[in-house]
């Protein structure tokens, strides 16, 4: 009996010793959640209004713009609008701010980025899309346009040509048939050819040419596109052509490159004895600079006792016969027909223009540094020139800021 009671007496006073550690534990976990517990005092909302009132005082919309009393700031979006409290406990507006807003003005299609805007606004001007003008401007007398890719691929050594399409070609009628040639000019006896387009003068061709050409000689090397009209007995009669130097800029990248050109009528004149040399000519009057675009040259009379021939063009402005400055074009292997379209700029006065010349030599160079003239021209005022070349030297003047473009022959200072 005595075991029975000790084992009863042990079980109880276990069962007294977990109670008061349950009922410690709990006192002790309401201790620790009521030092987290957020009691709001009786006195936040004015402690609140007058810490809204110290931070915002320097801006006076702010402050008629609270209510006092209230334990928040108004947003700015409605600090314009100022309220005042009734008698039955609500809020109603004031119908005028004596501080409005600034609001957002809208730019205008002329607004630049340099100009004062207000921030948070769109600049539309950003957004547009550069107007494409190539199928929209025709000067005047245009025989037509080509639109054509060009692309090289230096691995493999092929220049990749893409004929696109053409638009308004002048044709008798639209029932004859319309193809192009394709040249790599200096070579004149291959070509590829298109397909032949019918009842249209704006053809799309859509087709691929490739030229097999080093990577040493593709930058000297001249795309001419002929455009042919073609009758019902096959006949090929020339509507015009495009003449594309291949330039390092163009072919730089190993990309495609979408150009467009307009038709050039071919020269029906026969070449002079010594060659023609076709450049424009252009001043503007208030940068005081001349400039000269040497274009293309025909039926020069090459050396071809040299071994290594290439032809160039060299172009003095001289003042009183005294030399000023030279610049030369690229040099183009051996053609007695090349293409250079190269700009040349030089400064002038106006006062200087009635005693200036331009001197425009075209040049055969050879092995070494030697080199042979092969003809020349002179432009300029009537001190100098006569004919042809004071005409266009006229023109230059008379049409200041606009490209003047003409054909001369060349004259021989040398034997040949």
Known sequence: MEQVALVIGGILGGLLLLLLLI??????????????????????????????????????????????????VVPPSLQSRDWVPLSSGEWAQVPQ???????LLPHTTGSNLGDACVAGTINPELYKIPEDKSEADFPEGCLGRLWFSVEYRQEAERLLVGLIKAQRLHTPSENCGLLVKLHLLPDERRFLQSKTKRRTTSPQFDEQFIFQVSSKSVTQRVLRFSVYLVDRQRKHQLLGQVLFPLKKETLAGNCRRILWRDLEAESLEPPSEFGDLQFCLSYNDRLNRLTVVVLRAKGLRLRENTSFVSVFVKVSLMNHNKFVKCKKTSA?????????????????????????????????????????????????????????????????????????????????????
């Open 23 to 72: 009922g410690v534990s709990y006192y002790l976990w309401k201790r620790l959640c009521a030092t987290f517990t957020y009691e709001e005092l009786s006195g936040t909302a004015a402690a609140s209004s007058a810490q809204g009132d110290a931070l915002c005082a320097p801006d006076a919309r702010t402050q008629a713009s609270r209510p006092p009393g209230v334990p928040f």
């Open 97 to 103: 701010d004596p501080y409005p807003a600034p609001k």
């Open 332 to 416: 183009v292997l051996g053609s007695t027909n090349p293409v250079y379209s190269e700009t040349f700029s030089f400064k002038a006065n106006p006062a200087e223009l009635d005693t200036a010349s331009l001197s425009l030599t075209v040049l055969q160079s050879a092995d070494g540094d030697r080199s042979h003239e092969l003809g020349r021209v002179v432009v300029g005022p009537y001190m100098y020139t006569r004919g042809r070349e004071l005409e266009h030297w006229n023109e230059m003047l008379s049409k200041p800021k606009e490209l003047v473009k003409r054909w001369h022959a060349l004259c021989c200072t040398t034997e040949p």
